[in-house]
């Protein structure tokens, strides 16, 4: 029987911040994966539309920093060189992305601030 699998993601939000921000703003963000029993898999995440040495977040021709991780503590990050590898249960698995935009920051302009990530499953 040939594997299968399907994945989808669910949008992260970050709550505003402000210039000079003094402690680091958090969000998280679910993948859903569904693999056929038995099949390994893994998670890879893109660097983002914006890229340019790091993650950033645009509004027009501004940037702020962010970083994604595999975990809560957020000590693994989850970039396009880390993958995530599991195996298929059949049923739907949630994985969580962690993410972070790091303290201090100038932010440039107010406004809404985005950029898109694509994740994929090797299967």
Known sequence: ???????????????????????????ASDISVSCSQGAPYA??????????????????????NYVLFQDATRATNWDQTNTVNFTGNGATRVHTVFGRIPAGQSVPNMGSYADTIVATVSY
Request: glycine letters at 12%.
């Open 1 to 27: 029987m040939r594997a299968t699998c399907s994945i989808s993601a669910a949008d992260m939000t970050f709550n505003g911040i402000t210039t000079g921000t003094t402690s680091q703003n958090d969000a």
């Open 43 to 64: 998670i890879s995440l893109s660097n983002g539309s914006n890229f340019s040495g790091g993650r950033r977040m645009s509004s027009g021709t501004n940037f702020i």
